[in-house]
């Protein structure tokens, strides 16, 4: 191995007056180590010193016979040397100077590297080794450590370090054991305490920040950014008692139910979102949707049954809860029949109540209530039908259950002069009423509304190319060209009443409306999209 010259090679060992130390030991180790490692007299490596080496008469390093000699060491490796009296003890228990992490003289070999050499181990278990000497102070506790043996490369930190005649050291590895294959070790660069990551008052941390385990802060801690295992932030600081975290109280974002198309009795599919627990302190994040049928027991994932207990009952009101796995956090969702879903699945304890559902005399699905969760507010686009050739009816399906539905009308074109009707369904659209009984509008003032109390019809005036409306109530996204939008205002059930605007009115049903259908009664609606939102207020 390639050798270079100590630092110390070749100096003269004074005392404090200024004579040589004479006869004095001169010990070297592996930096950081109590393992000696032998320099040589030449630089092949040939001739090795003592360790210790004595000193002359004039303090330099020489050999037995007196004569002073060059040190030089290994390359890649920095050492530790030692000054004692000549009387001390090997090793030296009143050292007089000591010089640390020496590297050799233009040792372009040496890289900074996170993990030491250390001594060689000692096969103990499966989580402990031993090392010759007292190594306590640099195999210290909460040290990470670098271990090779038969199975590769493990990590860990030790737990235990005990000095007899050998130092034992426990470890608590990442993953996996040690085995009697254990051949190598090396400690962490930085020391379990005292080290040099900031640490303290006025520690500021900006940007994301994930902390999977216990985090320990200071005093003034910005915690700009931090997030915690679950999406929450921390709301102070509250010393020995630990950090407080909470979540947006009742926050919820996304998650809109609504009855499955293929097995609309049964079946409800739950829409990607987030939303606070029950509890608000843990965020509750779904990024796949979930279908889960409520005549079959809870099964976790998607298509899979739902009831948290009993089975699906006639004409009951079910709370639809999103739940929290204790094990990986990953979320489901499911029926009970309790508000606080007391009879939640074994092994799931964070939930979320989000809609009611409630079923018929068959025991089928009935409807889904949004007002059991949080205040929501706004519409949301629900469906869009464009139409650019001639079509005779439009029928629109009121999909979900919301507090109200709009349908706007836009660009509407006609192949002939005729009156737009609005009619409705309460049988998922195998018939559509049609007598004069079944609308209830009030009377307006715009002679393109023709509003006719006396028989309860709502219609609206077409003509061949736009349909034109001068109440502003009914009017929005005005062009150059006057192709206007028209809307009609409805509510899906409920008691007829004339109090919700200029123009607007209610369907005049004793049951739930399923179906909209809008037609010309005097040809075809060749052109026109018509929007349907459902509105929460």
């Given at each position: 191995?390639?050798?270079?010259?100590?630092?110390?090679?070749?100096?003269?060992?004074?005392?404090?007056?200024?004579?040589?130390?004479?006869?004095?030991?001169?010990?070297?180790?592996?930096?950081?180590?109590?393992?000696?490692?032998?320099?040589?007299?030449?630089?092949?490596?040939?001739?090795?010193?003592?360790?210790?080496?004595?000193?002359?008469a004039r303090g330099e390093p020489a050999d037995a016979g007196g004569v002073s000699y060059p040190m030089w060491q290994s390359g890649g490796i920095t050492v530790d040397l030692v000054l004692a009296p000549s009387t001390d003890s090997d090793p030296p228990l009143s050292a007089i100077s000591t010089w640390e992490d020496l590297a050799g003289i233009n040792d372009a070999t040496l890289t900074i590297d996170e993990w030491v050499a250390g001594p060689t181990p000692t096969f103990i278990s499966t989580t402990s080794f031993s090392l010759v000497g007292d190594q306590t102070s640099l195999f210290h506790v909460g040290r990470r450590l670098k271990l090779l043996d038969s199975g590769g490369t493990d990590y860990g930190v030790i737990t235990v370090s005990a000095y007899t005649s050998l130092t034992t050291i426990t470890v608590v590895l990442d993953s996996g054991a040690l085995d009697s294959g254990?051949?190598?070790?090396?400690?962490?660069?930085?020391?379990?305490?005292?080290?040099?990551?900031?640490?303290?008052?006025?520690?500021?941390?900006?940007?994301?920040?994930?902390?999977?385990?216990?985090?320990?802060?200071?005093?003034?801690?910005?915690?700009?950014?931090?997030?915690?295992?679950?999406?929450?932030?921390?709301?102070?600081?509250?010393?020995?008692?630990?950090?407080?975290?909470?979540?947006?109280?009742?926050?919820?974002?996304?998650?809109?139910?609504?009855?499955?198309?293929?097995?609309?009795?049964?079946?409800?599919?739950?829409?990607?979102?987030?939303?606070?627990?029950?509890t608000n302190t843990k965020i509750l994040k779904l990024t796949s949707g979930l279908t889960k049928q409520i005549d079959a027991t809870h099964a976790e994932g998607t298509d899979q049954g739902g009831m948290f207990t009993g089975t699906v009952a006639a004409d009951t009101t079910y709370y639809f809860h999103i739940i929290r796995k204790d094990?990986?956090?990953?979320?489901?969702?499911?029926?009970?029949?309790?508000?606080?879903?007391?009879?939640?699945?074994?092994?799931?304890?964070?939930?979320?109540?989000?809609?009611?559902?409630?079923t018929d005399a068959s025991a089928n699905i009935h409807h889904i209530n949004y007002g059991a969760v949080a205040t929501r507010t706004g519409r949301e686009v629900l469906s869009e039908t464009i139409i650019s050739s001639?079509?005779?009816?439009?029928?629109?399906?009121?999909?979900?259950?919301?507090?109200?539905?709009?349908?706007?009308?836009?660009?509407?074109?006609?192949?002939?002069?005729?009156?737009?009707?609005?009619?409705?369904?309460?049988?998922?659209?195998?018939?559509?009423?049609?007598?004069?009984?079944?609308?209830?509008?009030?009377?307006?003032?715009?002679?393109?509304?023709?509003?006719?109390?006396?028989?309860?019809?709502?219609?609206?005036?077409?003509?061949?190319g736009t349909i034109t409306i001068s109440n502003k109530d009914f009017v929005s996204g005005v062009t150059a060209s006057g192709l206007l939008s028209v809307v009609y205002s409805g509510y899906r059930a409920g008691t007829p009443s004339t109090a919700d605007g200029t123009n607007s009115g209610v369907f005049n049903v004793a049951s739930d409306v399923t179906d909209v259908r809008i037609k010309n009664s005097a040809g075809n609606i060749t052109n026109g999209i018509f929007t349907l939102y459902g509105l929460h207020r």
């Open positions: 191995m390639t050798q270079y010259v100590n630092p110390f090679s070749g100096r003269q060992f004074l005392d404090a007056n200024g004579d040589p130390y004479v006869g004095a030991k001169l010990f070297s180790y592996l930096a950081g180590t109590s393992t000696k490692t032998t320099l040589t007299k030449d630089q092949a490596g040939v001739s090795s010193h003592t360790n210790p080496i004595i000193l002359n254990l051949s190598s070790v090396s400690y962490g660069l930085l020391a379990a305490t005292d080290h040099s990551i900031p640490t303290g008052a006025d520690l500021n941390w900006t940007g994301a920040h994930d902390f999977a385990g216990n985090v320990n802060l200071g005093a003034d801690v910005d915690l700009a950014g931090v997030e915690g295992n679950d999406g929450q932030v921390p709301s102070v600081n509250v010393g020995s008692s630990g950090m407080v975290w909470w979540a947006p109280r009742e926050y919820i974002n996304g998650l809109i139910a609504t009855i499955n198309t293929t097995d609309s009795d049964h079946d409800i599919d739950l829409g990607v979102g987030e939303c606070a627990d029950s094990s990986d956090g990953s979320l489901d969702a499911g029926y009970d029949t309790s508000a606080t879903a007391a009879n939640i699945p074994t092994g799931y304890t964070d939930y979320r109540k989000l809609h009611e559902v409630t001639a079509t005779t009816n439009i029928d629109i399906s009121l999909v979900g259950n919301y507090e109200k539905y709009i349908i706007e009308y836009s660009r509407v074109r006609v192949s002939s002069d005729g009156i737009l009707w609005a009619r409705y369904s309460d049988d998922d659209a195998s018939t559509f009423k049609t007598g004069a009984s079944d609308y209830v509008i009030p009377a307006g003032t715009s002679s393109e509304i023709i509003l006719n109390p006396a028989t309860f019809t709502a219609t609206l005036s077409c003509y061949s």
